[in-house]
């Protein structure tokens, strides 16, 4: 009897999760290409992957690369239940801000709860990793560093919308103190604003 309730029990995790795709960023601005929460994670997985492996390569880091991708893709997961809050009105003030949070962090744990226990316990480390400090930091970079890429996008495009965000991206993360993402802007950066034929196929 357990066996068969245990085979009838119906589990929305990775259900919802799918539904990232129907979240849309950048709500308070006129988009030439919209983008997703889904896109965006996986934008922000693969440069927090190439942060840290910049970091061990070149400035002698001994983080795994793997874990900060993991922790990029989940890493805006709440944002199924609260939809993608602009900046302005996430830091309006302390306060919201806080309790912002606080939100984020019962999106999570609704989230979770979709899972067996078994396996939310699994996955709880990678929606509450801002203890990993060196990965928190590292992730929060590449979300940056991918909201840049965005608004570099938006700039070639012929979108003036994103100019303003463009340079306060740039320049919050040109005063990084972290050296691999310097290191990013100054190697890796301006190929973002080539056209394809620009780009260097080899």
Aim: aromatic share 12%; hydrophobic share 40%; net charge negative.
């Amino acid at each position: 009897m357990t066996d068969i309730a245990a085979k009838s029990e119906q589990y929305d995790f990775f259900a919802f999760l799918s539904r990232m795709r129907y979240i849309s960023r950048w709500g308070l601005m006129r988009n030439t290409v919209p983008e997703n929460i889904q896109e965006h994670s996986l934008d922000v997985a693969v440069i927090s992957h190439a942060l840290v492996m910049i970091r061990n390569t070149y400035f002698a880091g001994n983080l795994d690369a793997s874990r900060a991708a993991l922790y990029a893709i989940f890493h805006d997961a709440s944002e199924i239940f609260t939809g993608d809050m602009p900046t302005p009105v996430k830091h309006f003030n302390p306060n919201f801000k806080r309790s912002f949070h606080q939100l984020e962090d019962r999106a999570k744990r609704k989230l979770l709860a979709m899972l067996p226990p078994e396996l939310a316990a699994e996955y709880e480390p990678l929606f509450f990793f801002e203890e990993q400090q060196e990965y928190a930091v590292l992730v929060k970079a590449a979300d940056k560093i991918a909201a840049l890429a965005k608004c570099i996008e938006e700039g070639k495009s012929g979108n003036h919308e994103f100019r303003k965000a463009e340079s306060e991206h740039f320049e919050q993360l040109s005063a990084s103190p972290l050296p691999e993402v310097r290191y990013f802007l100054d190697k890796f950066l301006p190929g973002y604003r080539l056209s394809l034929d620009e780009l260097k196929l080899g």
